[in-house]
């Protein structure tokens, strides 16, 4: 059970969090832990699970509930995404992104028709929808890296290209993708893309180091045809939008990052009390122990990142810097986390069948997902006007 990520919590939660935080919890215990292990073995995206999870309220936690969302904080969405991540990266990275890059551009700058007609299905996560920036001309300098263009005919988008690496794009509850795309003079422009419409390719599931079960395609674009009001909010505003979605984006990772870390703490101190060598247990050793105190302290650190990035989110108050900060922490504590559980646990540990090897899989691409370490501290270092 959670019982340190209960203790990291304790006092700083109103009581609606921590009991939404707790019911999370028991589900990634008592459903996501034993199920996850086969998904992971197989590379196969964990559908019912991710049903479930629809039906707990999780992929609407943070929408209005007019549109079939729970009416939930930021920080509860990122409550529940630390919880699912601690059991299961594959699983917390779906959420992630089926809220914060699929749902919340939509909630966020959807007209409400686009809101109306897409929220509730995504909300009770009967639907997925992606988001799709990177190309492969390049992820960090989207302006530079895009060449997917749409151009207008009539009262409709001609919508030619490719996109890299899109997470969600192509499960059996995919319906849409949210793309950017160069369109009149140049300028940025998001449009939905129901993944039905004629033109629009999916390829196979990349073959990825970690995050088996996640979802990651690479999609084209081939004279797709969708109708003008598919833009999202006004044409020229995709660069605002996704900046907008990023920032909220990396408060999330950070959270699933803290789950990882957290994860790599919980199986440690069990492994390093259980497990015994020259007559006594691991964890006896300072040697080890220390180690798991120095995870301890990454995770608490970790988390209070994220928390402080949400909290000025949710008053209102300037959370990019914050934000990049937790987002590049996190994720490179979190690499070292699972690189010394793995060490902890020895020839185990470099297995998947342990969830520490797995970890050592999954925490790499944390540094690189929605912007990567150094585009954080290109990021930072901007804020501080160098
Ligand atoms: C599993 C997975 C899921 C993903 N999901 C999505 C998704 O759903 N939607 C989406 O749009 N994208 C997604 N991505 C793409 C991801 O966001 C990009 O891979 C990431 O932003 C980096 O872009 P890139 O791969 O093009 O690397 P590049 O931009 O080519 O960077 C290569 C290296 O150069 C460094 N670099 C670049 N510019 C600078 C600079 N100015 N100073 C210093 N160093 C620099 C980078 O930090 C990096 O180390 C996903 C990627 C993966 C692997």
Redo the contacts with the bound molecule.
């Keep these: 059970m959670a019982t340190s990520a209960a203790s990291g919590a304790a006092g700083e939660l109103s009581e609606e969090q921590e009991a939404f935080r707790r019911v999370v919890a028991a589900f990634a215990d008592e459903v996501v832990a034993p199920a996850v292990d086969g998904y992971v073995a197989e590379g196969r995206f964990p559908v019912e699970l991710v049903r479930q999870m629809g039906e707990l309220g999780l992929f609407g936690l943070p929408f209005p509930e007019e549109y079939g969302g729970l009416g939930g904080d930021y920080l509860t969405f990122c409550l529940a995404i630390e919880e699912i991540g601690r059991v299961d990266q594959s699983l917390g990275i779906t959420l992630e ?1 089926g809220v914060g ?1 699929g749902a919340a551009p939509i909630a966020e700058f959807g007209t409400d028709a686009q809101r109306q007609r897409y929220l509730p299905r995504l909300c009770r996560g009967e639907a997925l929808a ?5 190309e492969a001309g ?4 989207v302006m530079g ?1 895009t060449r997917t263009r749409a151009v207008r005919d009539g009262d409709e988008w001609v919508i030619d290209g490719s ?7 192509g499960t059996e509850l995919t319906e849409l993708v949210t793309v950017t795309a160069l369109t009149g003079g140049g300028e940025l422009t998001a449009i939905i893309v129901p993944t039905d419409t004629p033109g629009f390719g999916v390829s196979p599931p ?1 073959r ?1 180091v970690g ?1 088996h079960a ?1 979802d ?1 395609r690479e999609l084209t674009f081939d004279g797709v045809r969708v109708p003008v009001e598919n833009t999202l909010g006004e044409v020229g505003q995709g660069l605002r939008q996704f900046l907008k979605t990023l920032d909220d984006g990396r408060i999330a990772i950070s959270a699933l990052a803290v789950g990882l870390i957290q994860g790599c703490v919980d199986e440690c101190v069990r492994y390093a009390k259980e497990r015994e060598a020259f007559g006594r247990p691991i964890g006896a050793n300072q040697a080890i122990a220390f180690k798991i105190a120095d995870l301890e302290v990454a995770a608490q650190t970790a988390r209070q990142m994220y928390r402080y990035a949400c909290r000025r989110k949710q008053a209102g108050l300037p959370y990019k810097r914050e934000a990049s900060i937790a987002k590049l922490y996190s994720s490179e504590a979190a690499v070292t986390a699972a690189r010394e559980a793995t060490q902890i646990f020895g020839g185990m540990g470099f297995t998947t069948e342990t969830r520490v090897g797995r970890f050592y899989q999954d925490a790499k ?1 944390l540094e ?8 954080q501290r ?1 990021l930072i270092g901007r804020d501080l006007g160098l």
């Design positions: 992104a890059l992606g988001f799709g920036l990177t390049g992820g960090s300098d890296g996109k890299q690496f899109i997470t969600n794009s990349y990825k995050w996640s990651t691409i690189i997902g929605e912007g990567t370490s150094e585009v290109l």
